[in-house]
């Protein structure tokens, strides 16, 4: 009899487990802040790369009687809010389906790097920037999800104010101008830290005059993927928030589009 009731007691707390919304069971409640810009004509592409089009099927009502809406899409990889996985700048690393739901989710930390970015737009955030956070907010947990707020999302979709020219082509991409991180805060993160994944709301991990985008392949040799292109950060606490960062889920993609959200606890 004993061993009956310790089994259905077992049993009763494996149902109610499963049974609690996950929201409540294991983050609590909060507010969701949307971190995704739209997708549309007006998306910000890499100066090479193809853009985002929306091509309708059908809208309107049907020979049967009823209302119907349905379009098709094509867009690069890379553009948007998006995640680039590992294998974009390191061979043999993990592409877009091998990232682990796990891995794409978990506690946000948020360095406010606004004001550096304000006084130089090709500002490039040093370890200094993270042990000067730290000193206030205490170490970056293990395990964290890194994101860096430099204000330049206030001036998405506009091209000339985001990314530093209107030009398409080669031409447009030497003209490219924003904040990003420094190699040598990947190389830091790399050695002395433990997170997920990194993303900040600019067009790129690294900054705008990169040319060997070498903060990509530090990150991305320790298959930790990044995420661009992030919108309202400036809605975030530096701790405490929750991310959820779910790519289209491209078999071996390099990157995907990305529906990225956050739960600030109440």
């Known amino acids: 009899m004993k061993t009956t009731t310790a089994i259905l007691l077992l049993f009763g707390t ?6 609690t919304p996950v929201e409540e069971y294991e983050i609590g409640e909060g507010t969701w802040v949307d971190l995704t810009h739209d997708y549309s004509e007006e998306t910000l592409f890499w100066p090479t790369s193809d853009t985002f089009k929306l091509d309708t099927v059908f809208v309107g009502q049907t020979d049967s009687g009823f209302y119907y809406e349905s379009y098709k899409f094509s867009t690069a990889e890379h553009g948007g ?5 590992p294998i974009h700048f390191s061979e043999g690393k993990k592409s877009v ?35 000067s956070w730290e000193a206030e907010y205490g170490e970056i947990p293990n395990g964290a999800m890194l994101l860096f707020y430099t204000g330049l999302s206030a001036y998405w979709p506009d091209a000339e104010q985001y990314l530093g020219t209107t030009t398409r082509g080669q031409q447009g991409v030497a003209e490219l101008s924003f904040p990003g991180i420094h190699p040598e805060t990947a190389r830091w993160l790399v050695e002395n830290r433990n997170i997920k994944a990194v993303g900040l709301d600019t067009p790129s ?26 919108a309202n950060l400036d809605q975030l606490p530096a701790t405490g928030a929750y991310v959820v960062a779910l790519p289209m889920k491209i078999k071996n993609g390099s990157g995907a589009p990305l529906r990225i959200v956050a739960l600030v606890k109440d």
């Open 205 to 230: 991990l690294d900054y705008g005059q990169s040319t060997l985008f070498e903060t990509h392949q530090i990150l991305f040799e320790a298959n930790i993927p990044g995420f661009e292109n992030v």
């Open 81 to 85: 809010t998006h995640l680039d996985a």
């Open 14 to 19: 494996l149902l109610f487990t499963m049974c």
């Open 97 to 131: 389906e091998e990232l682990e739901v796990d891995q794409l989710t978990g506690q946000a930390v948020v360095v406010d790097v606004s004001d550096k970015a304000e006084a130089n737009r090709d500002y490039q955030i040093t370890p200094k920037d993270l042990t």
